[in-house]
T-cell receptor, first 114, second 109 residues
Framework: EPEVTQTPSHQVTQMGQEVILRCVPI?????FYWYRQILGQKVEFLVS????????KSEIFDDQFSVERPDGSNFTLKIRSTKLEDSAMYFC????????????FGDGTRLSIL | AQSVTQLDSQVPVFEEAPVELRCNYSSSVSVYLFWYVQYPNQGLQLLLK??????LVKSINGFEAEFNKSQTSFHLRKPSVHISDTAEYFC???????FGKGTRLHILP
């Protein structure tokens, strides 16, 4: 069964540094998402992306965050100047359609900010 | 505000005993409801979903959930749990998938 793959599985970064989290969604999917899960807390929606632009974003997704689909396969999340509170698991998800269709999630990238 | 509530943060249960993990949703959430499972050190996996039709939905590994509109609930049940069911379970509603806080199912030998 096709999978959403995320790299790296664990990223350690100094506070203030830029970090890029990478995702390869399922190939025929059109909707892409990023979520985060701070340790011990709920999974939170960050952003959705469709047709090469952001379709929706949460209040968490501030100017420090950006997403990009640089080619036909990758979907990246960039954090420009990381803060300690950015430490979390970041999950990428993709869907064939938006809305009611369930999304397929990657295994996540654990981001640790020192 | 839209919300999905899981009242139990952790549920311990003996192996082969039945279990119910509770989930309630706010009525403003679109009634597309999901249960996801997260095994240790893994990502989220869809367990089952309710979109429309029959209010009782089942997964391939013995879990089932019933959509109850009057009680705004979507509780997850299994008649007999196995040690391999140890995981975190998340209830979620549609609209960019709003997640509950999760319930850790702890199977006791």
């Amino acid at each position: 069964e096709p999978e959403v793959t995320q790299t790296p599985s664990h990223q350690v970064t100094q506070m203030g540094q830029e970090v890029i989290l990478r995702c390869v969604p399922i190939s025929n999917h059109l909707y892409f998402y990023w979520y985060r899960q701070i340790l011990g807390q709920k999974v939170e929606f960050l952003v959705s992306f469709y047709n090469n632009e952001i379709s929706e974003k949460s209040e968490i997704f501030d100017d420090q965050f950006s997403v990009e689909r640089p080619d036909g396969s990758n979907f990246t999340l960039k954090i420009r100047s990381t803060k300690l509170e950015d430490s979390a698991m970041y999950f990428c998800a993709s869907g064939r359609t938006g809305g009611s269709q369930p999304q397929h999630f990657g295994d996540g990238t654990r981001l640790s900010i020192l | 505000a839209q919300s999905v509530t899981q009242l139990d943060s952790q549920v311990p249960v003996f192996e082969e005993a039945p279990v119910e993990l509770r989930c309630n949703y706010s009525s403003s959430v679109s009634v597309y409801l999901f249960w996801y499972v997260q095994y240790p050190n893994q990502g989220l996996q869809l367990l089952l979903k309710y979109l429309s039709g029959s209010t009782l939905v089942k997964s391939i590994n013995g879990f089932e959930a019933e959509f109850n509109k009057s009680q705004t609930s979507f509780h997850l049940r299994k008649p007999s749990v196995h040690i391999s069911d140890t995981a975190e379970y998340f209830c979620a509603g549609d609209d960019k998938i709003i997640f509950g806080k999760g319930t850790r199912l702890h199977i006791l030998p």
